[in-house]
T-cell receptor, first 111, second 116 residues
Framework: SQQGEEDPQALSIQEGENATMNCSYKTSINNLQWYRQNSGRGLVHLILIRSNEREKHSGRLRVTLDTSKKSSSLLITASRAADTASYFCAPDTGGGNKLTFGTGTQLKVEL | GAVVSQHPSRVICKSGTSVKIECRSL??????MFWYRQFPKQSLMLMATSNEGSKATYEQGVEKDKFLINHASLTLSTLTVTSAHPEDSSFYIC????????????FGPGTRLTVL
């Protein structure tokens, strides 16, 4: 397994603004997953993007994947206070391998 | 679909006692379950990978005799913290995977363990 590195470590924005967070990884992947964790709770799976996909949408979420640069980005549009959470990326090498999580991006959306 | 539950959500125990945490996949069969622990403001640290009917695979530095994992069925895995000490106080989270080509994991809500 390999760990993704999220950037920035912390992000503070106003409600209604867009939030962008990035993820970098080191080796080839089968897919990359993004998760959200609210304080004191488990992780919630947000979106999975396969290695042959370049962009994927889910509601207000937009994920891109650039395998040549070994990077991914998560865009949350029209952010809400409820989006305040930590966001983690998890590069998956496939084959049922375990996922390893980095320190995440702590997003704070202020009213 | 793909709901994972954990029980209990919070437990306080005395030093030296053992605590069992259950992780259940409610609406799917989990070929693999994972156990993590998380300290405040830190990331999840994988403790072990558990496959139904076989012994768990522990990560380096995790004591298998202290953290007993049993994966008796495709919907239930348990983590027992034996002879708990204050330093074992942490947030324990399980996840479950259906397997297949894409290793999407579904996480439980976590268990807050406090050892006095």
């Amino acid at each position: 397994s390999q760990q993704g590195e999220e950037d920035p470590q912390a992000l503070s924005i106003q409600e209604g603004e867009n939030a962008t967070m990035n993820c970098s990884y080191k080796t080839s992947i089968n897919n990359l997953q993004w998760y959200r964790q609210n304080s004191g709770r488990g992780l919630v799976h947000l979106i999975l993007i396969r290695s042959n996909e370049r962009e994927k949408h889910s509601g207000r979420l937009r994920v891109t994947l650039d395998t040549s640069k070994k990077s991914s980005s998560l865009l949350i549009t029209a952010s809400r206070a409820a989006d305040t959470a930590s966001y983690f990326c998890a590069p998956d090498t496939g084959g049922g391998n375990k996922l390893t999580f980095g320190t995440g991006t702590q997003l704070k959306v202020e009213l | 679909g793909a709901v994972v539950s954990q029980h209990p959500s919070r437990v306080i125990c005395k030093s030296g006692t053992s605590v069992k945490i259950e992780c259940r996949s409610l609406d799917f069969q989990a070929t693999t379950m994972f156990w993590y622990r998380q300290f405040p403001k830190q990331s999840l640290m994988l403790m072990a990978t558990s496959n139904e009917g076989s012994k768990a695979t522990y990560e380096q530095g995790v004591e298998k005799d202290k953290f007993l994992i049993n994966h008796a069925s495709l919907t239930l895995s348990t983590l027992t913290v034996t002879s708990a000490h204050p330093e074992d106080s942490s947030f324990y989270i399980c996840s479950a995977s259906r397997g297949g080509a894409y290793n999407e994991q579904f996480f439980g809500p976590g268990t807050r363990l406090t050892v006095l």
